[in-house]
């Protein structure tokens, strides 16, 4: 037996636990910008993903707080650009921190302990630790109607590689077991690398 839930006759807060607990576990774009006043951000986004290989394209939605537009959107508005830092385990708990709720005064990479590194393409920081890094550019907006999130589409212009990560041989496909990233579950709960199941295409 299965309900059918309407999502007009829930609540907003109930519609985001069940499209956040269902749509699991989310990559997590984890993104640095620079403020107008050169002032760095990072935070951490899992209405994320790759939407397209060539050219190589991601999206991220963002929310609102409080009414007030969030520092990464204002930012990726002003720069134009930003850096994805792909969330490995060890970087786990410095993400979280990340996510404060805390003013453009605050550097986040300070907040969590972080080593800030400059791109070379791109205008903005990532994060020193991170063995893979997108470098990208605003390539579009999308207007999401009624909903208070915008979804922004950037192009990577660059990506950044740890020489700890090895790539399968002949190819460009990083290893799983050495990368170890971070999907996001519902609220607090991460899924961390653990089984993986190899299935051949039919
Ligand atoms: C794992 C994780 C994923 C998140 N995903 C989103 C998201 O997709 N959209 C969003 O608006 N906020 C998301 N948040 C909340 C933001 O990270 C948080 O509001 C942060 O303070 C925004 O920072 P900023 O104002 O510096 O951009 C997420 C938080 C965490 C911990």
Not at 99 to 105: K, L
Not at 143 to 171: F, H, K, M, N
Request: proline share 7%.
């Amino acid at each position: 037996m299965t309900h059918l839930i309407d999502p007009a006759e829930i609540s907003g807060r109930e519609r985001y636990q069940l499209i956040t607990s269902l749509v699991v576990p989310r990559p997590i774009g984890w993104v640095s910008t620079w403020d107008e006043a050169g002032r760095a951000n990072l935070a951490p986004y899992s209405f994320f993903n790759a939407i397209s290989a060539s050219p190589m394209l991601v999206a991220v939605s963002i929310g609102q707080r409080k009414g007030t537009l969030k520092d990464t959107l204002v930012n990726l508005r002003s720069r134009g650009a930003f850096c994805l830092n792909v969330v490995t385990e060890p970087l786990l708990e410095a993400m979280n921190a990340t996510s404060a709720e805390v003013g453009p005064e605050v550097d986040e990479f300070e907040l969590a302990g972080l080593g800030r590194a400059t791109s070379e393409r791109v205008d903005a920081p990532y994060v020193a630790e991170c063995p893979a890094v997108f470098e990208c550019e605003v390539s579009q907006e999308v207007d999401l109607g009624e909903s208070p999130y915008v979804l922004v589409i950037g192009e990577v212009v660059g990506v950044r590689l740890s020489e700890s990560l090895p790539l399968a041989e002949g190819t460009m496909t990083v290893d799983s077991d050495a990368l170890r990233a971070v999907g996001r579950m519902s609220g607090a709960e991460y899924m961390l690398p653990r089984e993986k199941k190899v299935l051949p295409r039919p």
